[in-house]
């Protein structure tokens, strides 16, 4: 961003004024003027694209890319272009009267709201010392729809309340609103759309779950007209042919089914509500948790009849070819995974490719979610490292930005058409307020209920403090100018001071009461939930002692039986070594006794020499018994 702040505001305004005027005929010739301006202003007699990109962007604040410039520069007569050298030739004279008064007007308008804000700062009675620097640019941002500096800005609720305290002070929004429809047609050079009336390639959306949930008006009125305005445009684009394509993932079905999942509970009064818009709006005019289904029903039949949206087809992001794309492991954060794993889709669909144009980017998603649209511009941040592009186009954008560039895509940059609903800038205050409301609501709810289960406060400082929550604005609609600081107090004293309202209100002492009885029955569910749980988890322990106690049984008898089947096989053996040793003694005794035999045979056969050979064999068996007997013992 430049650094003079007036200058910027004013420059948008400027041009806003310039197009209104209708005297040229495309962006470019626009663009030249500030160019004009640039060159007699330096005094400059030669630049480049890349210079005078810089300087635009010094002075305006505007960030266009190179060959905007060049195509810019190409409209005035008087540069002459050599190797990519501008050179200025002859004497410039500066811009015309019109463009000069519009620019000294939108300066003098600028520099009074910006000198309205800083005053309005530091009436609020902060004890903090205000930046003004800080203050101002963070400004800037907020109208020019920086995101990334609006969602982390330290002034955000500031500026948000200083707009929507000046809703009725018709000077201060026509001055905000020529800045905001200036913002608009500055993307046709921000996005270098040098052809409008129509897309030439097919776009596949996919809708966040809060984008679904406004289109049907679960989200209130405001949500809806905006969400409403992107279909629009998308109709719009679809006119001769159909290239846009809305699409919402498994994961987002599986969200919404978890959501009518414990609408269901709620109704049926298994859960207790959490106060969200949506849900409120789900379950007001349901009795039972048929009537929740039948509303969750018509909410997706309604999607694909009305407004042609249906469940994403492909139902298989995991296989190897996507493998390549992956990029679900780029962060630590549990808190950002499922929507890196949205943009990781996103990659995977569109094979790992980068685009300049976002129209052209074939996939992409459509949502509010702060942490997808942060992971979205990291994911930009790292193709551009190694991109050949000037630009990388996002995974994932806001309902209005696209809005805004289908608005200007359409032709309707320069024809003096009706601007989209979100250029209002209370709208905008009032849309960014409830979100921090809400997201305040949330917070305290939790951290209330912590201290009361930890004992830090009564029974009686919960339900107080439930009752005053309730009470807060939650939908844009409900903010009002006139309520707004008390809306964003969420201050110990303040819930002190109403803990003591509570006390003496018979109306909100009879919701007290309804909110004490429905906190104990919620205790009692709670602590009926624990016994269940403890006597389903004594039920498992008991069943598992069964099981271990009939695995140690069949253990042990597998045990015996494998012994018995060791005792039996050895036993074998040895039976087996005894047969083989009786065996070979009897072969040795057979042996002996051939052997006498023969030599019977060969010897004199005298009586005396006979008896003697047949005592000595007699007198040989027993010692080949005993010699049996030891060696039965030995083996057994």
Known sequence: MGNNPTSILASFSTMKSMVDAK??????????????????????????????????????????????VRTAVR????????????????????????????????????????????????????????????LTKEFIAYLLDDQQTTSSGIYTDLIGRFILKYETDEKIQSALMAIREGSILYIGLNH????????????????????????????????????????KQIEVANGEKKRVHLRFFSDIRKEIDGFFGSAEQIVDGKEKLFDTVAMRAIINGCSTSGDVKVRKSDFFHTLQYQYGIIEDEKNDYYNTDD??????????????????????????????????????????????SGNTLRASREQVKCVKKNNVFEEGSEYAISVERLTNILWYKMGNGLGGKEYPTNVNAVLKARLLLASKISQEISKLYTDTKSQFIAGEITEEQLVSRIITLRKKPTTPD????????????????????????????????????????????????????????????????????????????ELAEYHRRDEEKEARRRRMKKSLRMIM??????????????????????????????????????????VVIYFIKEYIKKEY
Do not use: W
């Not at 694209?49 to 266009?64: Q, T």
């Not at 040795?588 to 003697?612: E, K, N, P």
């Open 323 to 368: 493998e390549m794309y992956n990029l679900e492991d780029l962060s630590a954060d549990p808190q950002m995974h499922s929507s890196i794993k949205l943009i990781s889709h996103i990659n995977k669909l569109r094979k790992g490719k980068s685009f300049a144009d976002i129209l052209d980017s074939e996939y992409l998603i459509v949502t509010n």
């Open 75 to 134: 409209g005035l007569n008087f540069i002459k272009t050599e190797n990519g050298i501008h050179h200025v030739e002859g004497q410039v004279l500066g811009n015309g009267d019109f463009f000069e008064e519009k620019k000294t007007l939108s300066e003098s308008q600028s520099d009074e709201i910006i000198s309205q804000l800083i005053e309005f700062a530091n009436e609020t009675g902060s004890s903090n010392i205000i930046l003004t620097d800080v």
């Open 478 to 553: 409900e903010l009002s100018h006139d309520t707004i600081d008390e809306s964003l107090n969420f201050s110990i004293e303040y819930l002190a001071r109403y803990e003591e309202e509570v006390g003496r209100s018979k109306e909100v002492l009879q919701e007290k009461d309804r909110l004490l009885k429905a906190l104990h029955e919620e205790n009692e569910m709670i602590r009926l939930q624990k016994d269940n749980v403890l006597a389903e988890k004594e039920r498992q322990i008991q069943e598992q002692q069964t099981k271990t106690a009939i695995l140690e049984a």
């Open 192 to 231: 270098n759309i040098n052809e409008t009336g129509s897309l030439k390639k097919s776009l596949t959306l996919f809708l966040g779950t809060e984008v679904l949930f406004s289109l049907y008006g679960f989200n209130g009125e405001i949500y809806k007209d905006l969400a409403l305005d992107l279909y």
């Open 581 to 622: 040793g009786i065996t070979l003694r009897l072969f040795v005794i057979a042996i002996i006794l051939v052997a006498t035999v023969y030599i019977c045979g060969r010897i004199d056969s005298s009586i005396t020499t006979a008896v003697s050979l047949f005592v000595g064999i007699i007198g040989s068996i027993p």
């Open 23 to 68: 005297q040229y005929q495309n962006q470019y010739q626009i663009l030249a003027e500030f160019i004009q301006y640039v060159i007699v202003q330096n005094s400059l007699h030669s630049f480049t694209a890349v210079e005078m990109k810089n300087r635009l962007h010094e002075v305006f604040g505007f960030d266009v890319p190179e060959a905007v």
